[in-house]
């Protein structure tokens, strides 16, 4: 049997790998010339959001917890503009747009309440 980490068993970390995947889905849709633009930058932005709160989990203090959740947050939101950015120059459809935003506010209203309970503590 294999071990089993704490964030694995996180909802916020399993919706962000759903985002990350999504991504790189949508990212594929770009032009060849945005390879290694923009592309490659919402791709980080993306897999940084759940690499970030894979981090803080394993962070002892809350305090450290909260700082890593602050960065997943920051990186949900440049994945949200950059998201933006591909759709004005028709990289991505409005639809597509349209199905990934939920996603990423709900990511976005559960790192909120893990911040807000470690405020707690």
Known sequence: MSYSYSFEKLEVWKNARELAKAIYILSAKFSNTEKYGLASQIQRAAVSVSSNIAEGSGRISPKEKMRFIEIAYGSLMETLSQLFIAKDLNYI?????????????HISAQLSVWRNNLDKE
Do not use: A
């Open 93 to 105: 459809s409005d639809t597509d747009m349209e199905e990934i935003r939920p996603l990423i506010e």
